[in-house]
């Protein structure tokens, strides 16, 4: 487990203190076929620009990676290139000018700023602080640091592994809400990343909808109401799907829709799906 002195349960109650961001954008991404992994899309935004986005209060953005277009912030190369997290974070630390920088990786979809804002609270009177993910073990690439405690670690250490670096300054380890440690190395990782990118947008617009029309959130079944359409979608027509959910709002408003509405037009629709293959000649006899 290293040296972290145990969990510390986090809130999104973050610090005034002046922090740089130092981001590492340039390894090689062997698991992704070498894909610009950084480059990724995640709900409209790439991997990189998201976690941009996670550290807004930073005084200096510093990204170790090939140059990209990215407003304000400063880049810089690891020596050789690709030569690993350790060389990359000597040539992002000799960026940085804040007495504290949160060093992050560059595939952190789901990290925002009230995590690094967390962070940064765990880690008053201590060297740093790090994420801990679902089994509780450190994730080095999603912490803050003591500039100053940081700068002296690297200047004495000369291995290459950011354990070994890292573990010894005993940073406190932060478990947080949400999977803000989730990074992706695979192709499956991506995959997820987007799902669960898609499902937080449609929360946050689920959210602001019932806000707007004054509708109890507690009374919409997302989930079935999203397996409706699909069903609608997939057995009639996709311009039915929205115009079928409409419907079904529009009875249960008038108190007109029967117990079980959605499941009925479910199965209609699959019914319908069954009825359109047999008219086409294409359903296979039992």
């Known amino acids: 487990m290293g040296g972290s002195a145990g969990p510390v349960v986090g809130t999104d109650v973050g610090v005034g203190v002046a922090y740089d961001a130092v981001i590492l954008a340039g390894g090689g991404a062997r698991r992704l076929g070498g894909r610009d ?34 407003p304000g912030a400063v880049f810089t190369r690891e020596d050789p290139p690709g030569g690993g997290p350790v060389p990359a974070l000597r040539a992002g630390l000799a960026e940085v000018t804040a007495p504290w920088l949160a060093l992050l990786a560059a595939d952190l979809p789901f990290l925002t700023g009230a995590h690094v804002h967390g962070l940064l609270t765990a880690a008053q009177g201590r060297a740093g602080a790090v994420l801990l993910d679902a089994e509780g073990r450190e994730q080095w690439l999603a912490g803050v640091w003591r500039t100053a405690v940081l700068r002296e670690a690297l200047a004495a250490y000369g291995g290459r592994s950011l354990h070994g670096l890292l573990a010894p ?25 987007r799902q669960g990118a898609e499902m937080n947008v449609l929360a946050e617009w689920t959210a602001l909808v019932c806000a707007e029309l004054g509708v109890d959130p507690e009374r919409v079944d997302r989930d079935l109401v999203l397996d409706l359409t699909k069903d609608v979608a997939h057995g009639v027509a996709r311009p039915a799907a929205p115009l079928t959910a409409y419907l079904l709002g529009l009875a249960e408003g008038q108190g007109t829709a029967a117990p079980g509405a959605a499941a009925r037009l479910a199965a209609l629709a699959r019914g319908f799906e069954r009825r359109e293959a047999e008219d086409t000649g294409e359903a296979t006899a039992d």
């Open 169 to 193: 300054l005993a940073p406190a380890g932060l478990a947080l809400p949400g999977t803000p440690w989730f990074d992706c190395d695979t192709m499956d990782d991506l995959r997820q990343a």
């Open 37 to 70: 992994k950084p480059a990724m899309v995640v709900a409209g935004r790439t991997l990189l620009e998201r976690v941009a986005d996670a550290v807004p209060g930073a005084c200096r953005l510093i990204v170790v990676g090939p140059a990209r277009p990215l």
